[in-house]
């Protein structure tokens, strides 16, 4: 008999009804985590800033002074021109009930140009500086696959389900299923400034730097589930594989406002404050899906969507802090970033019912970087190394999900005029992920591996 025959039209229709409504919750089921991955893990730019492990708000001497702390800007006596390249190789080693498979991801970037123009004055120091820099990337992978008994919320989502009652199929609650996904995200967020800087007596100067900042991600999911355990057989429960490609590409938009100060109590320290003022993030999502359901008698179903959805976020104040010695051939220098991540919250109407979770799922954090750089006699060149600390904005999660960064560095002065800078990047942590196609969630192993090298003319 034809299974059409043998299969109420109206048990058609709900699964359409069932996978449409789950696929309208999935599209507008933006939660606090949306929100938090737009500056989450932002890493900064520039080599030797990085090769000191981004504990660079009081030393700040070049054109990626823009980023960590304008006020540096107005050491600056000669004109600049600035680039930098890097390249990025992001691991992961993903875990589902017990199997695990490896995946990596590489993604080499162009990531920043920039120009600094000291102005002549009869006494102390001004200073512009304008360019383009990415700041954090949005790269991941996870390439997973294990056995799962737990259910999808593209089903209908009762506990206790008897997979053999026609009025109760298509719930995997309890009941052993393969699951496969890989699941990519791609693209970066970057600013394009301008800033200015001023000495407003002998040891103090501040700036302030003027960002449109423009970012843009690309997810996508591939999903394969199968009944591999013949669980699913008797008709009309003969479910025999689902799969599913998935696309979520979202837009960032912002204009920000940083201030930065600079402080030289004495010729040997340098203090450097700064402060990103509040501001609201546009996000445009374009989304779709299309999925296949296939039965034991070769019958399938075919489904597919697409939509966009557009809100607002808002990012409360972060502050940096910074202290550099300068000892002879030897600089050394640490700093803070504080970031409440518990005032984020959705501008946009129908998601202020999420922003709750801001103060009920995350927490205040301070970002730790030290670092420092030794001189040598060789080419007229210097060392470094660093190290970042990078707490999860997560409640409750010990200290292998916090983000730790080692850093090396080395630069090299060409004719007085000509810098070559190069630095490296390690960083390792842990992270737990879960979406509605994959509710028992992976556990994975992150390893952050990350090249930069960059050039500057100053003349």
Known sequence: MNR?????NFKITFLIIILSVCFVSLSQGQGPEDAIRIIDNQIGFGARALGMGGAYSAVADDYSAIFWNPGGLAQMRKMEFWM??????????????GTSKKSSISATKFNSIGMVFPVPVYQGSLVFALGYQKIK??????????????????????????????????????????????????????????????????????????????????????????????????FPADFDSYTESRYITSKYSSFGLK?????????????????????????????????????????SDYFQDNATYEYDVHIPFRFQGGVALSLGPVLASGSAEY??????????????????????????????????????????????????????????????????????????????????????????????????????GTSEDIHYHKLIIGFSYRF
């Open 4 to 8: 059409k025959a043998k299969y109420p």
């Open 84 to 97: 930098d390249l890097s390249h990025l190789n992001y691991s992961n080693d993903a875990t589902l009930n």
């Open 137 to 234: 990337d949005f790269e991941y992978i996870n390439d997973y696959t294990g056995t799962s008994s737990e259910g999808d919320s593209i089903w209908l989502g009762f506990s206790g389900i008897d997979p053999n009652n026609p009025d109760q199929v298509y719930d995997f609650f309890g009941l052993d299923v393969h699951k496969e996904g890989l699941v990519n995200d791609g693209g970066s967020m970057g600013q394009w400034s301008f800033a200015g800087a001023m000495d407003v007596s002998p040891n103090i100067s501040v700036g302030v730097s003027l960002n449109y900042w423009r970012g843009k991600s690309e997810y996508t999911v591939d999903f394969l589930q199968t009944d591999v355990f013949g669980n699913f057989n008797t």
């Open 259 to 299: 201030l930065g100060a600079l402080l030289r109590p004495n010729p040997a320290t340098r203090i450097g404050v700064a402060m990103e003022i509040p501001q609201t993030f546009s996000v445009k999502e374009d989304y779709g899906y299309d999925a296949t359901l296939s039965f034991d008698d070769d019958f």
């Open 339 to 440: 970031t409440d991540w518990t005032q984020f919250k959705f501008n946009t109407s129908d998601l202020r019912d999420q922003n709750k979770y801001f103060t009920q799922d995350y927490r205040g954090t301070f970002k730790l970087q030290v670092g420092g750089e030794v001189g040598l006699p060789v080419l007229a060149s210097q060392a470094r190394a660093g190290f970042i600390y990078n707490p999860t904005p997560l409640k409750g999660y010990n200290s292998e999900y916090n983000r730790k960064y080692f850093t090396l560095g080395y630069g090299v002065l060409f004719d007085r005029i000509v810098k070559v800078d190069l630095a490296y990047m390690y960083g390792w942590w842990k992270q737990f992920t879960s979406d509605d196609l994959n509710p028992a």
